[in-house]
């Protein structure tokens, strides 16, 4: 825990993990070892840190971790962010946590994405936020029927229950709750994540 009340109204949360092979990127291991998948989690997590940075001094940003403690984490990354280990729990608890901490703290406009999109830039990332002025729900849309990015401006519980994570129908079925209990939402552009081997190209055009 740390920089507790913020002057900043935005918070970008990044969930990641430390890379540590063989926890981390598994279904990549079969095509790159359990280092090479590592190594994958490192590079998709540096670069999207440094592509949500591209946003200070507006927002701040907060990294939910798993599998190491802070001082790893911020020799890793960074001593300009704010560190927080994942609640336990499915995918839902933990970023409803989160939120949780968020709008505690004061902020009044959160998002949370993962490390997985290495197109999710700044462009989209500042459309996500503006989007939450006119909107209860922002979700960046995925093409394997997931989300790379939701925003809210409070904790709304009904959205990360009765969701089954890892599937193709989580953004569907999050989209029906929405409806179902009135909330305004914003789809963002579909992106692809890096997930399975098939996905790898989409990495390969990041390199230098």
């Not at 229950?161 to 953004?171: A, D, R, Y």
Request: glycine share 6%; aromatic share 8%.
């Amino acid at each position: 825990m740390s920089n507790l009340k913020h002057s900043q109204s935005n918070n970008l949360i990044i969930f990641t993990r430390y890379p540590e092979p063989g926890k981390t990127k598994t279904r990549l291991i079969p095509a790159l070892g359990a280092q090479g998948a590592a190594n994958l989690q490192r590079q998709l997590t540096e670069h999207t840190v440094k592509e949500a940075k591209k946003l200070f001094p507006n927002i701040t940003i907060s990294i939910y971790y798993t599998g190491q403690n802070q001082q790893v984490m911020q020799d890793w990354l960074g001593d300009n962010l704010t560190y927080y280990t994942q609640a336990n729990g499915d995918l839902g608890n933990r970023m409803k946590s989160a939120f949780t901490d968020s709008f505690n703290l004061g902020f009044s406009k959160v998002i949370i994405i993962g490390i997985d999109c290495p197109d999710l830039n700044i462009t989209i990332l500042q459309q996500a936020f503006s989007c939450l002025d006119n909107h209860d729900l922002v979700l960046g849309e995925a093409a394997d029927g997931g989300y790379y990015l939701i925003g809210l401006k409070r904790v709304i519980p009904e959205v990360f229950q009765n969701i089954p994570w890892g599937t193709s129908q989580v953004l569907s079925i999050t989209k029906n709750i929405a409806k179902k209990i009135n909330l305004s939402t914003y789809i963002l552009p579909i992106l692809s994540d890096i997930d399975r081997p098939e996905d790898l190209p989409i990495w390969k055009k990041h390199q230098p």
